[in-house]
T-cell receptor, first 112, second 116 residues
C-alpha cells in the first residue's frame, strides 16, 4: 500500500537557522505530494504541493522538490522564524482518488 | 470565504453520553472527510463522502461511531455511547473535484472532545 515516512521530531532550531524536514514515500505510480502545516490549536493548512516529478512547490519561504528517483519530498526553509513553530505533515494522493495518505507529522520548535 | 466550519470547538462529556459533532464544508465542495487526531495514533481518516454519499467508512473504529451528510452543506459525526478512549481532536475537511483532480483538502479548526 501507499505510505509516507517523515523524520521524527521534535526538531528544535534557533531563529534564522536552516530547516530541513525529510519525507519519503512508497507508492505504486506517481502521486501528487503535499506539505500541510498545523499551528497550535488549529486545523491543518496546505503549505505547498507538487504534482509531478521535478516540480518545486513553494510558499511562505518554504520549498520542496518532488524527487522521483529518491521518492522524496523534503521540506526546506532558509531562515526559520519563531512563528514557524508548528507540526508539519507530508502527504500524498493520486489523481482521480480523493484521499490523502499522511505521514505522522514532525513538530518544529523555533526559539528566539 | 468562511472556510470549513466545525462545532462545537470543545466538548466535554461523561462516559456513556451521546456526542454529536457538526461540520459545514466550503460551499460548492463535493467531498467531505472526517478525521481523528490523537498523540498515539496520529491523524486517522474515519469516513468520507462524495456528493453526500458515504464512500468509505472503513476507518470508523466501531459501531458506536456513525456519520451522516443529509445535504451538501452539513455533516454530523455521532458517538453513542462515548468512551474515554474516544477523547481526541476531530477534524472535518472538504475538497472540490476540478479537472478530474480532488486532491487539495481544506480543514476545519477541529473539535476537541474529552470523555470523562
Amino acid at each position: 500500500g501507499n505510505s509516507v515516512t517523515q523524520m521524527e521530531g521534535p526538531v528544535t532550531l534557533s531563529e534564522e537557522a536552516f530547516l530541513t524536514i525529510n519525507c519519503t514515500y512508497t507508492a505504486t505510480g506517481y502521486p501528487s505530494l503535499f506539505w500541510y502545516v498545523q499551528y497550535p490549536g488549529e486545523g491543518l493548512q496546505l503549505l505547498l504541493k507538487a504534482t509531478k516529478a521535478d516540480d518545486k512547490g513553494s510558499n511562505k519561504g518554504f520549498e520542496a522538490t518532488y524527487r522521483k528517483e529518491t521518492t522524496s519530498f523534503h521540506l526546506e526553509k532558509g531562515s526559520v522564524q519563531v512563528s514557524d513553530s508548528a507540526v508539519y505533515f507530508c502527504a500524498l494522493s493520486f489523481s482521480g482518488y480523493s484521499t490523502l495518505t499522511f505521514g505522522k507529522g514532525t513538530m518544529l520548535l523555533v526559539s528566539p | 470565504d468562511a472556510g470549513v466550519i466545525q462545532s462545537p470547538r470543545h466538548e466535554v462529556t461523561e462516559m456513556g453520553q451521546e456526542v454529536t459533532l457538526r461540520c459545514k464544508p466550503i460551499s460548492g465542495h463535493d467531498y467531505l472527510f472526517w478525521y481523528r487526531q490523537t498523540m498515539m495514533r496520529g491523524l486517522e481518516l474515519l469516513i468520507y463522502f462524495n456528493n453526500n454519499v458515504p464512500i468509505d467508512d472503513s476507518g470508523m473504529p466501531e459501531d458506536r461511531f456513525s456519520a451522516k451528510m443529509p445535504n451538501a452543506s452539513f455533516s454530523t459525526l455521532k458517538i453513542q455511547p462515548s468512551e474515554p478512549r474516544d477523547s481526541a481532536v476531530y477534524f472535518c475537511a472538504s475538497s472540490l473535484t476540478s479537472g478530474g483532480r480532488t486532491d487539495t483538502q481544506y480543514f476545519g479548526p477541529g473539535t476537541r472532545l474529552t470523555v470523562l
